[in-house]
C-alpha cells in the first residue's frame, strides 16, 4: 500500500480534526502498542466535529489502551500454544489459521491479534507457504482454511495468487475463506483484475469474511467492493465486532444487518469482544450484548440475524450467546417455548414410541 495512502503520525491527524486528551496522551505514550495506521479513505469517512463519533473510536487510539486489567491477556484465544508453525493455527479440529501477513490498511484499536499485527513479520515466505501446504495435505481433516493476519488483501494479487494456488495444489479439496476488512478501510483495494483471479480458484468454495461495524461504513465505494465479489460467484459473510460507543444500540446494528443483506452479504457472526489487553474500553458488558441480540432477533429476519458468539477465553473456543426460548415442560409433557415478542407457546412431542 503507498505511502499516500495512509496516515501514519499525529501531525497528519491533526489536519483532520483537533484530538481529545486521551487521544493526545496516546501519542505522548512511548510504552507497547499497537501502532497508528489509518488510510485517508477511512478517515474522510469520520465526522471532524464528533470526538465520539464511533468510526472515530475504532481507529483513532486513547491513552485507555494503556491500562490493562488482572484478567486481560495478550493471546486470550491461546492461538499461539495452537500453532504448529508460527503462521498457522490449529485450534478447531477441522479448521486452520493462516497468518499470510501481519499489515492491515487501518489498525483497528478493537484488534484482538494485537501480539502479531504490525509486528514486523511482514508476509508469508515461500518457505513458510510450503509447509503450511505441506501440513493441510497430510491433514486431511482439516476441512476449511482462514487466509487471514493482518489482511491479505495487503498482499499483491501475484503473491496472493501463489498462495491460493500452492494451497489448491496439495488440497483441491479445502476450503478457503479469506478474511478482509478491505471492504471497509480501503474498498478500491477489490479490483476487477482481484475479483477475476479468485473466480479461477472459486471451483471448491471461497468465501470472502468482511468485517463492518457500522452502517456508515457501507458507501457507494463499499458497495461496489462487495458486488465485486458476490457477481464473480465469491458467497460474502459478514463478521461485526460488537463495540462500546460504536455499535451498542439496537438501532444500529439492525440498519447495519438489512444493509448487508440488501448488499447480497450474510450476517453471519456478532462478536463480544475477546479480553485482549487494550480493548477493555471498547467491551460491551455481557448483559446489555444478551439484551441487544433479543432485541435484534424480534426486529430481524432470520437471513438478517447474525449469531452472537463469545470466543472463550483461554483458548476454549467458539459458543454462541442468546436468549433461551426452551423454557422447559408443562405438566402434560409439552415444550414450553419463550416467543422473541415475549409471549408463550406449548410444542408437544408426537405421540406413541420412535
Known amino acids: 500500500m503507498e505511502k499516500q ?4 503520525t499525529r501531525e497528519e491527524l491533526e489536519r483532520y480534526f483537533a484530538l481529545t486528551e486521551d487521544e493526545k496522551q496516546w501519542f505522548a505514550y512511548h510504552g507497547d502498542t499497537l501502532p497508528f ?15 465520539n463519533d464511533p468510526l472515530r473510536k475504532q481507529v483513532v487510539p486513547s491513552i485507555r489502551e494503556t491500562h490493562m486489567t488482572g484478567r486481560e491477556h495478550s493471546d486470550p484465544l491461546l492461538e499461539v500454544s495452537h500453532s504448529v508453525f508460527p503462521r498457522l493455527i490449529h485450534r478447531y479440529a477441522n479448521r486452520v489459521a493462516f497468518l499470510v501477513t501481519d499489515r492491515c490498511a487501518t489498525y483497528c484499536r478493537h484488534c484482538f491479534r494485537r501480539r502479531f499485527t504490525a509486528s514486523g513479520c511482514t508476509h508469508v515466505s515461500h518457505r513458510e507457504l510450503e509447509q503450511v501446504a505441506e501440513y493441510v495435505e497430510q491433514h486431511t481433516e482439516v476441512k476449511e482454511m482462514l487466509i487471514t493476519g493482518g489482511d491479505p488483501l495487503t498482499l499483491s494479487d501475484t503473491r496472493l495468487e501463489t498462495i491460493i494456488s500452492i494451497l ?3 488440497r483441491p479439496d479445502l476450503v478457503l475463506r479469506l478474511c478482509t476488512r478491505m471492504p471497509a478501510t480501503l474498498p478500491d483495494r477489490i479490483t476487477g483484475k482481484l475479483a477475476t483471479m479468485l473466480k ?13 461495524n457500522h452502517p456508515r461504513e457501507i458507501t457507494p465505494a463499499s458497495r461496489k467492493a462487495l458486488a465485486r465479489f458476490v457477481d464473480a460467484g465469491l458467497p460474502v459473510m459478514n463478521q461485526t465486532v460488537l463495540l462500546r460507543g460504536v455499535n451498542d444500540n439496537v438501532g444500529t446494528l439492525e440498519e447495519l444487518m438489512n444493509l448487508l443483506v440488501a448488499n447480497r452479504v450474510k450476517p453471519y457472526y456478532l462478536f463480544q469482544g475477546d479480553l485482549v489487553g487494550g480493548t477493555g474500553h471498547l467491551r460491551v458488558p455481557l448483559e446489555h450484548g444478551l439484551a441487544l441480540e ?6 430481524l429476519s432470520g ?4 449469531v ?5 477465553p483461554e483458548g476454549g473456543g467458539k459458543v454462541p450467546l442468546g436468549a433461551r426460548y426452551l423454557q422447559g415442560r408443562d405438566t402434560d409433557g409439552a415444550w414450553i417455548f419463550h416467543t422473541p415478542s415475549g409471549g408463550r407457546r406449548t410444542y408437544p412431542d408426537p405421540e406413541g414410541e420412535n
Open 303 to 306: 437471513l438478517a440475524m447474525p
Open 308 to 312: 452472537y458468539a463469545i470466543d472463550l
Open 294 to 299: 433479543g432485541q435484534l432477533r424480534s426486529r
Open 200 to 212: 479461477t480458484y472459486s471451483g471448491t468454495a471461497i468465501f470472502v469474511m468482511t468485517q463492518f
Open 168 to 170: 489448491r495444489k496439495a
Open 37 to 51: 495506521l489509518i488510510s485517508r479513505y477511512f478517515i474522510d469517512l469520520i465526522d471532524p466535529s464528533d470526538p
Open 5 to 8: 495512502s495512509v496516515i501514519t
